[in-house]
């Protein structure tokens, strides 16, 4: 029997991107699969395209604790959970002297604490169930160095790595494991939203591998890291970036 039977995962930021990529992978390994996504027209036609159930899908905001921790519960009550994917997330390429507040605050709110309370929501989920799980936080290399442009997106997603290792550290005892995947540059619609023709080449010539990643790599390596086989790796961060994240000088 797939190891997976059985199984459910829940993917936030499950309606485009690596999101969805990853729940199409994963439906194929046999998990049963929930996405979750904040605006619902999006996330039905997503679920659509790859044969998902409009009862597997959920409109939520991941920064709305109410609505999180509703939301875990359903899914608790419709399957065994046994892994979530922290794909939810918004991006911004600005100097931070052309920054605002608000924005840094809305950047922050989604990406960092949208993932500290989906993953405290699930922890409190296995921990009062005695059950245990696989948590996986997409992140980014822009959280692993200065990249340009990424005051508050580079800030939410070292955040999240650093949530990554303290809530490893906290809840390993207890059989639950978390881990991140920080990518690099991602063949994604909100990369094609902020990576201008100049950024692409600047991206194609720093990456040792010169192209984009594709969401089908991001979304195999979190197979694996929720899976059985990953069962010793617990607090890493894993660049999935194509060898930038190390590059030294290159001819």
């Known amino acids: 029997m797939n190891q997976a039977a059985c199984k459910a995962v829940l993917i936030t930021g499950g309606a485009s991107g690596i999101g969805l990529e990853t729940a199409r992978v994963l439906m194929g390994k046999g998990w049963q699969v929930f996405v979750l996504d904040l605006k619902p027209e999006a996330l039905a036609v997503a679920a659509a395209s790859i044969g998902l159930t409009a009862e597997a899908t959920i409109a939520c905001d991941v920064s709305d604790e109410a609505g999180v921790e509703a939301a875990v519960t359903a899914v608790g009550k419709r399957g065994r959970l046994a892994a979530v994917v922290n794909a ?50 997409i992140t980014s290399v822009s959280g692993l160095c200065g990249n340009k442009g990424r005051s508050a997106y580079g800030v939410s997603k070292g955040g999240q790595n650093l949530l990554t290792l303290v ?40 990456v040792p591998q010169r192209r984009y990643g594709t969401p089908t790599e991001i979304a195999n390596t979190v197979a694996f890291l929720i899976s059985d086989e990953a069962s010793y790796i617990n607090g890493q961060i894993l660049a999935v970036d194509g060898g930038f994240i190390h590059a030294g000088l290159a001819s």
């Open 88 to 137: 939810a997330g918004i991006a911004m390429d600005r100097p931070s002297v052309e920054t605002s507040v608000s924005d840094f605050r809305r950047i922050v709110d989604v990406n960092l604490t949208g993932t500290f309370i989906v993953s405290r929501a699930v922890a409190r989920h296995w921990l009062n169930a005695a059950t245990a799980g696989a948590i996986v936080n």
């Open 167 to 206: 809530m490893a550290n906290e809840l390993a005892a207890s059989g639950i494991r978390v881990n991140a995947i920080a990518p690099g540059p991602i063949e994604t619609p909100l990369a094609a939203a902020i990576h201008t023709q100049e950024v692409r080449q600047k991206w194609i010539e720093r």
